[in-house]
């Protein structure tokens, strides 16, 4: 093939690609409205068919242990076994613990956020050069009751529909997930051509093992941050609160890199409102900054690679630009399954790579190139 041919193939892709593009944008402009409709539709199945995934694989290893070490055959008793252990920890999670942090909020609210308030309002006095910048960074942040309130009956009911429909089906969904996998497994291999088979089940593999490794391994990095800023803040003289601001940095862990440094925000502000109860007094703040970054460099770089295994070791900026793409397009399903969809793709990436390494694989010429141009 001549360079007028390559050349002319090249403008033939082109076209080809810009014409579906085009194609796509006035369908979306024709049809935006029922578009809009399918994609509410479609998250109002994919947010309780996440949470059952996200739980399928936290039981998994109960499951398992259940079946061979126990030598349970049946699997709907096994199923039943479960779905009784969860039952009986969401109650005492919510009679107790639960029940704590909700109280502690509450109290956080009422009693301690005036205080930081009004101590920002004095930090910021007439006199400070920031403060019109707080006086429209006030604006928008409020913490407490609301003079006005109004409702959207529409957005209510939508909303209750949402949460009646997700909590009658993540059980349904989770029975599904844990009795059928095997069946659900080999119906997507048989969609493959014969000659993909072996691919497809390699493919989905090491894709089980990526998500296994991140939703077992993220629940236990969220737990054991939760109870190391738990017993941290305690100690810096937090008391009741602690429990609070653990539980928060614990849960905020979902989001690597970012969520952490969202959830230090409560406790530094009151550290600095509450400086003569706290360890270290109005050095508290900076000592609560400290611990975080500390737990943050411990849990990347040693905990989560043991914990979660390699295949989901994944570049900072690979991450942080997952969960804004999939949180924009699928809200908070899209947060919850951001990092395995992205790491299953990484795996993809990665088996495409071993199959065709030799063609792919750059030259020494190539490399020195690349770290010259790099470098200037």
Not at 214 to 236: C, H, K, N, P, Q
Request: no cysteine; proline share 3%.
């Amino acid at each position: 093939m001549d360079k007028k041919e390559k050349r002319m193939k090249l403008i033939m892709n082109l076209a080809i690609w810009a014409l579906v593009l085009i194609i796509l944008l006035l369908v979306r402009e024709l049809f935006s409205y029922f578009i809009g409709l399918f994609m509410s539709a479609f998250i109002a199945i994919l947010l309780p068919f996440s949470i059952a995934l996200f739980i399928s694989y936290l039981v998994a290893p109960i499951f398992k242990l259940l079946e061979r070490r126990l030598k349970f055959k049946y699997r709907s008793v096994n199923i039943v076994i479960v779905f009784v252990g969860l039952a009986i920890l969401l109650y005492f999670f919510g009679r107790f613990a639960g029940t704590l942090i909700y109280e502690q909020g509450i109290a956080f609210i009422e009693n301690d956020w005036p205080r930081v308030v009004a101590y920002f309002d004095d930090f910021f006095s007439e006199e400070s050069r920031f403060r019109s910048i707080y006086i429209w960074f006030t604006n928008y942040v409020e913490i407490g009751e609301s003079e006005k309130i109004t409702l959207d009956l529409m957005a209510v009911f939508q909303s209750l529909t949402t949460i009646i429909l997700t909590i009658v089906l993540v059980p349904v969904f989770l029975f599904f997930l844990l009795n059928d996998r095997q069946r659900i497994y080999e119906a997507l291999v048989r969609l493959f051509p014969k000659k993909w088979r072996d691919h497809v089940i390699e493919l989905t593999s090491r894709a089980n093992r990526v998500v296994e490794n991140y939703f077992s391994g993220r629940f236990t990095t969220m737990f054991v941050m939760a109870i190391f800023f738990t017993t941290v803040l305690f100690i810096l003289g937090f008391k009741e609160r602690s429990i609070l601001f653990g539980f928060m940095l614990g849960f905020f862990d979902i989001v690597p890199y970012v969520g952490p440094f969202i959830a230090i925000i409560l406790p530094v502000l009151y550290a600095f409102a509450e400086p003569e109860s706290l360890r270290f007094g109005e050095y508290a703040p900076y000592v609560i900054l400290g611990a975080n970054i500390i737990g943050q460099i411990i849990q990347n770089n040693v905990a989560q690679p043991i914990i979660m295994g390699r295949e989901t070791k994944l570049h900072p900026l690979l991450i942080l630009s997952a969960f804004v793409f999939f949180s924009y397009l699928f809200g908070i399903v899209g947060l919850i399954l951001a990092i395995p969809i992205t790491g299953t793709i990484k795996s993809t990436v990665d088996y495409i790579t071993e199959l065709h390494s030799e063609r792919i694989k750059l030259n020494e010429d190539q490399i020195t190139k690349i770290r010259e141009d790099s470098e200037e």
